[in-house]
């Protein structure tokens, strides 16, 4: 140790699995006359490069065994990491430890082992890093006296100050690269816990949360300008939106992500042909049809005005007569869909600004927290998955829903799950006919989708109308009378659930509640 803190480096243990960039930092660490000590894979690669290496069985004379389980845990290793200047010095001389400077460590690759197809919980186990971890976590610990880098990202940056510096490296850059370090080992763990936590059932709400989250990129601001924002991930899935395939335009910003989200969960609700159009976090318009343009065209109906600008979700393959369609009836900021044609590519090519993605599997995934920021912590709650089916509905009215009235019921309910409380849907013929949503009060909710069918000029007269949650007064169902409305869904509990059955009855209007919620703050 220098004067000013600095830590010559004259020992370096290097073992790693992913030996990007490592030619390089070795060659600049024997080019430094730094003795170079390591473990199995990486000791042959590091000799395949002529460079003087001395394994880690010669330190412990002790050999590997166990396939490599066993390799690195012993105490003449961890004394050498863990040794403090001018404090340990006597028992590191006793027992002949070798003082190890700089530890060049990452881990055995677990998440992108779980990530293949074909991989089972043998292959997973055995990539669990058992001596990784323990080194970089000691090393780490011990940042004072030694250096660890676990990121080839770092070695660049390392070399250039051992360069500078008659190979030593600063107190400041040993504590930024320990921090690196324990983040690396949390998410780590965090992968291995969520994974094997996947293979039993688990508690709804546990006592602890370990997320692990890490960044995958950085996007150009959050809701707003002034506000920083990145995707981060808590394990990388195969196929998801958070690594859907882009297939042109700029990348997905924030509000894109939350708008396609929103979008893509909805349309996942549905067998049929469908399509979603959303327009900041809400649906806009929701069709289904004969087949995916036609679902488009409906949806598009709902609320022109709206689209503009939108976020469009569709649950089945995009040809080129639904690209031709859609590019040249609006302006759309996103598209997501399972796949497109090679012709509805060349045509969206046509307008380099719309965003094309595409994510594989196009159904609902079971997502086990729904999470959000307060001053101070987080709310976690289950994620709203649950819907009802059709057996469920209680019907509660004198008049009673025909057949094809019941699937716009459904198909409005599914849609309501999506739109910000309060949320009013009108449909018809499984098409969304007005959408009110976001209101503090539900009747404002509800003349804000007559406003929006009015404006559209579709007819409310003969639909159905969805409530995320229950009528607390009558005045709704006097509303929904004026438009024409023939049944209502709506979860039922306000304490004045008679009084809106007896008016339902009284303007002829069939009712079914769900005993279930949706609400969306």
Request: aromatic share 8%; net charge negative; charged share 25%.
């Amino acid at each position: 140790m220098t004067g000013d803190g600095r830590l010559k480096i004259k020992n370096a243990l290097v073992s790693v699995s992913d030996k990007t960039g490592l030619e390089k930092l070795v060659t600049c660490l024997d080019q430094n006359k730094v003795s170079i000590f390591s473990t199995g894979g990486t000791a042959k690669f590091i000799e395949s490069l002529g460079i003087n290496v001395t394994k880690v069985s010669e330190i412990t004379n002790f050999p590997e065994i166990m396939d490599g389980r066993v390799k690195t845990l012993n105490p003449l290793i961890y004394g050498g990491i863990l040794n403090r200047i001018g404090i340990d010095d006597d028992i590191q001389k006793e027992y002949g430890m070798i003082n190890l400077d700089l530890m060049v460590i990452n881990l055995y690759p677990f998440e992108k082992t779980i990530s293949r197809n074909n991989a089972d919980e043998t292959d997973a186990i055995e990539n669990i890093d058992i001596g990784g971890p323990s080194m970089i976590r000691a090393s780490a610990k011990n940042f004072y006296n030694k250096a660890i880098l676990t990121d080839p990202e770092d070695y660049e940056s390392l070399m250039d100050e051992l360069k500078r510096n008659d190979c030593s490296v600063s107190e400041t850059t040993r504590r930024n690269l320990a921090i690196q370090a324990f983040k690396k080992t949390a998410i780590y763990d965090s992968v291995i816990h969520d994974y094997l936590s996947s293979k039993v059932e688990k508690e709804l709400l546990p006592h602890e949360i370990p997320l692990g989250l890490k960044k995958i990129t950085s996007l150009r601001y959050g809701e707003n300008p002034h506000q920083s924002a990145g995707l981060y991930v808590s394990n990388k899935k195969e196929d998801s939106l958070a690594n859907a395939k882009i297939h042109q335009g700029k990348e997905l910003s924030y509000n894109n992500y939350l708008d396609v989200n929103t979008a893509m969960n909805c349309v996942m609700e549905f067998d049929d042909p469908a399509c979603v159009i959303v327009k900041h976090v809400n649906p806009c318009g929701v069709a289904i049809g004969t087949n995916i343009k036609n679902a488009y065209e409906r949806s598009f109906e709902t609320d022109p005005e709206s689209a503009f600008g939108g976020v469009i979700a569709v649950n089945s393959s995009v040809d080129k007569a639904f690209a031709s369609t859609l590019i040249e009836n609006q302006f759309v900021e996103v598209i997501i869909a399972p796949d497109f044609s090679k012709d509805a590519l060349d045509v969206f090519k046509n307008k380099k600004n719309i965003r094309v993605i595409s994510k594989t599997k196009f159904e609902k995934g079971f997502m086990p927290y729904s999470i959000q920021a307060i001053d101070g912590g987080f709310l976690v709650q289950e994620d709203d998955w649950k819907i009802i089916d059709k057996e469920n509905l209680e019907y509660v009215t004198d008049k009673k829903p025909t057949p094809d009235e019941v699937l716009d019921l459904l198909f409005a309910w599914k849609v309501c799950k999506y739109v910000k409380s309060n949320a009013i849907i009108f449909a018809k013929d499984r098409q969304t006919i007005g959408i009110g949503a976001g209101q503090m009060s539900r009747v404002n909710s509800a003349k804000i989708a007559s406003l929006k069918a009015a404006t559209a000029k579709l007819e409310t007269a003969g639909s159905v109308m969805a409530s995320d949650g229950f009528f607390p007064f009558s005045d709704s169902i006097e509303m929904a009378s004026d438009n024409g409305i023939s049944c209502i869904i709506q979860p039922g509990g306000s304490i004045k659930d008679n009084e809106v059955i007896e008016e339902a009855n009284k303007q002829n209007i069939a009712m079914v509640l769900t005993r279930m919620r949706h609400f969306r703050h």
